[in-house]
């Protein structure tokens, strides 16, 4: 059972725009930054959005990010099918005094 | 360019212990967090805790208190993860990876990872 809650799958056609939910508490989402990530079949995680919704550099303007109260949310627009991927969101968690991840989002080009 | 060289893949019995290794280059080493992140097959992402390499000190996820420790060798720029009493379900991808800049406890951006290394916990 993961601290953040996402939806297990999502998908989308080429194109379209996609967005992938985060869930948390007062303790994570509700006080510190939220970051997603990103990983490839049989590749380690890469940063994609850190401090809510910023990207690092190299990360298309097609990836966005938006935070409100407890909730988060990845949005994904003009879908390509090298986006298929598992998406995971993350945060600090001061009760916990560690970092929580969701269970993982993983997004199906169809 | 940062980067982080982890330990080959290991197979070790139920009961042993496993030492996972991080060689990090491209950045000072001291001043930044370093997590460590496991990934079992087929399953998600999960925090194990950092370790603050400038002194030393670790944090780590309450479930693993008193199985794991986090140390580093300044000198070679390396950290290490050791899990003791392992059991199958510690069977994972273990990754290790460097807090975004700016650095400060707290942070949950985590810019940089190695390429994980398996361990195989297997009779």
């Known amino acids: 059972q993961s601290v953040l809650t996402q939806p297990p799958s999502a998908s989308g056609t080429p194109g379209q725009r996609v967005t992938i939910s985060c869930s948390g508490g007062s303790s994570n989402i509700g006080k510190n930054a939220v970051n997603w990530y990103q990983q490839l079949p049989g590749t380690a995680p890469k940063l994609l959005i850190y401090?809510?919704?910023q990207r690092p550099s190299g990360v298309p303007d097609r990836f966005s990010g938006s935070k409100s109260g407890t909730s988060a949310s990845l949005a994904i627009s003009g879908l390509q099918s090298e986006d298929e991927a598992d998406y995971y969101c993350?945060?600090?968690?001061?009760?916990?005094?560690?970092?929580?991840f969701g269970g993982g989002t993983k997004l199906t080009v169809l | 360019q940062v980067q982080l060289v982890q330990s080959g893949a290991d197979v070790q019995k139920p009961g042993a212990s496993v030492k996972v290794s991080c060689k990090a280059s491209g950045y000072t080493f001291i001043a930044y967090y370093l997590h460590w992140v496991r990934q079992a097959p087929g399953q998600g992402l999960e925090w194990m805790g950092c370790l603050n390499p400038n002194s030393g000190a670790s944090n780590y996820a309450q479930k693993f208190r008193g199985r794991i420790s986090m140390t580093r060798d300044t000198s070679i720029t390396t950290a290490y993860l050791e899990v003791n009493s392992l059991t199958s379900d510690d069977t994972a991808v273990y990754y290790c990876a460097r807090t975004r800049p700016p650095n400060y406890f707290g942070s949950g951006s985590l810019g940089d990872w190695g390429p994980g290394s398996l361990v195989t916990v297997s009779s």
């Open positions: 993350a945060a600090w968690d001061d009760s916990l005094s560690g970092v929580v």
């Open positions: 401090s809510d919704n």
